[in-house]
């Protein structure tokens, strides 16, 4: 029986601007009861997903990216109308989106297994044989709302490229985009039972958790939720990107106007909400007054407000909770000694971008992620300071240095604690194909298009004995 989900709610959610708070859709909200007849559906896409050869999973791929990037706009309109973004960020969205599910496709078609030389071991010279790469099954994708399409297409992309099943339980905040990817996929061919669509709070999450035919959870969110889920799942596979606190080293010989306005782009794009996002920014001493007196000033620039607006630098974040929830970070941080340099005023859900110096280092503000427009200068004397203080924290996704000596660059991407070190870029770079993850506390696996496939397919050995 294949229930619609508008038939299992029992309530809808409402989502609207996180700018001016305008209704943009409704979405059924499921609660836990329904999670039998969810994965009721989702089973049946689990064999659906397998039986279709590698070439149709590819070419539905491929069809759903050109029909995205035919309808680029309306899909960036959607992103900037649930999520905040501007309208330069959302379209930035939309072409990443394209990228993702083109090298999904392309993973369909060249990752499915190996060789294995059985004979280049004593006793298996009468062998042969390879292995092939085949699916897990049911994968529950739990997606954010700070990247609301191209996040979701992260973890669609691949689930169909190994041919998966996949239940997808998009943010409550900003859920459109991702019911639209769906949308997408399935004009483009994809068997609708592939993927079902699960919208609802934390007790429909939890359900699905805890189910024992979902083989894997794919979690892009907070660190609480993620521990929640660890201590939930069971028996399954688990796949998180929880988060983090970049730090950015900037050495007295970088160029200093391109380091400043790329670490600008680095701390306040998409209102911060970025969790490859510069929080911390370590300054050579010889150096520091000149940097904090242009990176200020060109703080001071950058315009919140309406985000489709073209003067806009920076939307709204998500919620009024979530300015308000920041503005109470940066007053703690001021209370224990910090120093504001500009910023911290609020208008509604709108955060303007805020600048400090002389942060304890025991604070919120330095060892936590933010998620907000927000940054912290901190001078240091020599590489050995900032490298310790740059692993400070429990975690750490990504990390940049800016210098133009290569021995320095490279010392310092081997000593920093963090999934990737960008050298002479800010920490917010990321090329959809790499492998992304954290250090430490930060992540379990890894995303980008090829390590997800991976993550999200099982070898299986076939094995030859050539008797006689």
């Known amino acids: 029986m294949n229930l619609s989900r508008l038939a299992l709610a029992a309530d809808s959610i409402d989502v609207c601007s996180p700018f001016d708070g305008r209704l943009i859709g409704t979405?059924?909200?499921?609660?836990?009861?329904?999670?039998?007849?969810?994965?009721?559906?989702?089973?049946?896409?689990?064999?659906?997903?397998?039986?279709?050869?590698?070439?149709?999973?590819?070419?539905?791929?491929?069809?759903?990216?050109?029909?995205?990037?035919?309808?680029?706009?309306?899909?960036?309109?959607?992103?900037?109308?649930e999520a905040g973004k501007t309208l330069k960020q959302a379209q930035k969205e939309v072409k990443r989106c394209i990228n993702t599910l083109k090298l999904s496709a392309e993973e369909a078609k060249r990752n499915a297994g190996e060789v294995l030389p059985f004979d280049a071991y004593e006793g298996s010279e009468n062998r042969q044989g390879w292995f092939s790469r085949e699916p897990l099954g049911l994968i529950l994708a739990i997606t954010p709302y700070n990247d609301p399409l191209n996040l979701v297409a992260h973890k669609l992309g691949p689930a169909i490229a190994g041919g998966n099943g996949v239940i997808l339980k998009p943010s409550e905040l900003a859920p459109l985009s991702a019911i639209k990817l769906v949308d997408y996929l399935r004009d483009a061919g994809l068997p609708t039972s592939v993927v079902t669509l699960a919208t609802g709070g934390a007790d429909l999450g939890k359900a699905l958790v805890e189910a024992r035919e979902v083989r894997m959870v794919s979690f892009t969110g907070g660190f609480v939720t993620g521990e929640q889920i660890a201590r939930s799942a069971g028996l399954k596979k688990l796949a998180m990107d929880l988060g983090g606190n970049a730090p950015v080293i900037v050495?007295?010989?970088?160029?200093?106007?391109?380091?400043?306005?790329?670490?600008?782009?680095?701390?306040?794009?998409?209102?911060?909400?970025?969790?490859?996002?510069?929080?911390?920014?370590?300054?050579q001493a010889s150096i520091y007054e000149a940097f904090r007196?242009?990176?200020?000033?060109?703080?001071?620039?950058?315009?919140?407000?309406?985000?489709?607006?073209?003067?806009?630098?920076?939307?709204?974040?998500?919620?009024?909770?979530?300015?308000?929830?920041?503005q109470k970070v940066v007053d703690e941080a001021l209370q224990q000694g910090a120093r504001l340099l500009c910023g911290h005023q609020r208008r509604g859900s709108c955060y303007a971008a805020t600048v400090l110096e002389n942060v304890d280092h025991g604070s919120?503000?330095?060892?936590?992620?933010?998620?907000?427009?927000?940054?912290?200068?901190?001078?240091?004397?020599?590489?050995?300071?900032?490298?310790?203080?740059?692993?400070?924290?429990?975690?750490?996704?990504?990390a940049g240095i800016f210098t133009n000596d290569l021995r320095i660059a490279m010392d310092a991407a081997?000593?920093?604690?963090?999934?990737?070190?960008?050298?002479?870029?800010?920490?917010?770079?990321?090329?959809?194909?790499?492998?992304?993850?954290?250090?430490?506390?930060?992540?379990?696996?890894?995303?980008?298009?090829?390590?997800?496939?991976?993550?999200?397919?099982?070898?299986?050995?076939?094995?030859?004995?050539?008797?006689?």
């Open 364 to 398: 919120r503000l330095w060892q936590d992620e933010v998620f907000a427009p927000v940054v912290v200068l901190q001078p240091f004397d020599d590489l050995d300071q900032a490298i310790a203080l740059a692993n400070q924290p429990e975690y750490s996704l990504h």
């Open 293 to 326: 007196e242009a990176f200020v000033r060109l703080a001071r620039e950058q315009v919140s407000g309406d985000p489709l607006a073209s003067s806009t630098d920076i939307g709204p974040m998500i919620s009024l909770q979530a300015a308000q929830n920041a």
């Open 27 to 81: 979405v059924p909200r499921l609660e836990a009861c329904a999670v039998p007849y969810l994965l009721q559906q989702a089973r049946q896409g689990v064999s659906d997903c397998a039986a279709l050869p590698r070439y149709q999973r590819a070419r539905i791929l491929e069809r759903a990216a050109l029909n995205i990037e035919r309808d680029a706009e309306h899909f960036a309109r959607l992103i900037v109308d």
């Open 414 to 468: 081997r000593r920093i604690e963090a999934g990737g070190v960008m050298i002479n870029d800010s920490s917010d770079y990321r090329f959809d194909a790499m492998p992304f993850g954290g250090f430490k506390y930060g992540s379990l696996g890894r995303e980008g298009v090829r390590f997800a496939y991976e993550e999200m397919t099982q070898p299986k050995v076939v094995c030859l004995n050539r008797l006689g």
């Open 251 to 283: 050495m007295a010989d970088c160029d200093l106007a391109a380091t400043v306005e790329s670490c600008v782009s680095g701390a306040f794009w998409a209102a911060g909400q970025n969790c490859i996002g510069t929080q911390r920014l370590l300054v």
